[in-house]
């Protein structure tokens, strides 16, 4: 029992526990830090992907109407032909 009392009031344990509780509190706090970034990151690839998506259906859109334009072209210039 002497022994524990001694090791409790011995400045080296205390120290060793306060710095222990530092480097934890530190390492929580650059953990929720980067919780928080990878949030935001996520969300900014879904929106990055929600624009690529919508940029490829308006691609395909303008690629069919442009299809068309040139195909009722070609009509109407063989309708001059004949």
């Not at 509190?25 to 990151?41: D, I, P, T």
């Amino acid at each position: 029992m002497n022994a524990l009392s001694e090791l409790l009031r011995s400045p080296i344990l205390w120290a060793a526990i306060v710095a222990a509780a530092l480097v934890w509190f530190g390492v929580f706090l650059q953990n929720r830090a980067a919780a928080q970034r990878h949030r935001v990151q996520l969300q900014h690839d879904a929106e990055q992907r929600d624009r690529e998506r919508e940029m490829a259906l308006h691609i395909n859109v303008y690629l069919r109407a442009a299809e068309a334009i040139v195909r009722s072209q070609m009509f109407v210039g063989r309708l001059a032909n004949h």
